[in-house]
Nanobody
Framework: QVQLVESGGGSVQAGGSLRLSCAVS????????VGWFRQRPGKGREGIAA???????TYARSVQGRFTITKDHAENTLYLQMNNLKPEDTAMYYC???????????????????????????WGQGTQVTVTS
């Protein structure tokens, strides 16, 4: 059974940094598509960064140059380093594990109307990030 557990959220002032972690069990981060999504208040869940199964990284334009996704194979953990945070980054952040369409969602190529993501994808419980001005 795949489980994803996020940590590292919190409250930070604009311009600050946070690093989110996602501990993965039941599968390997080395061989699957994994990524980060966020849901801002009143908005749908959006993909912001992802690894494809071959290691290719994709970022959404809104975080390109500020956020960095990495993974530790030994710890089987996914990370999201967030720098130069802005108030509009305030959201619940989720890690997700799925197929290659996960990276296509992050790239803006694929969208799921009404937030009906594939049932086969796995999600963590989320971690809240609040950025104050």
């Amino acid at each position: 059974q795949v489980q994803l557990v996020e940590s590292g959220g919190g409250s930070v002032q604009a311009g600050g940094s946070l690093r989110l972690s996602c501990a993965v069990s039941g599968t390997s981060v080395s061989t699957t598509c994994v990524g980060w999504f966020r849901q801002r208040p009143g908005k749908g869940r959006e993909g912001i960064a992802a690894f494809d199964s071959d290691g290719t990284i994709t970022y959404a334009r809104s975080v390109q140059g500020r956020f960095t996704i990495t993974k530790d194979h030994a710890e089987n953990t996914l990370y999201l380093q967030m720098n130069n945070l802005k108030p509009e980054d305030t959201a619940m952040y989720y890690c997700a594990l799925g197929d290659t369409t996960l990276t296509m969602v992050v790239a803006g190529i694929v969208a799921y109307p009404d937030q009906k993501f594939p049932a086969a994808w796995s999600w963590g419980q989320g971690t809240q990030v609040t950025v104050t001005s």
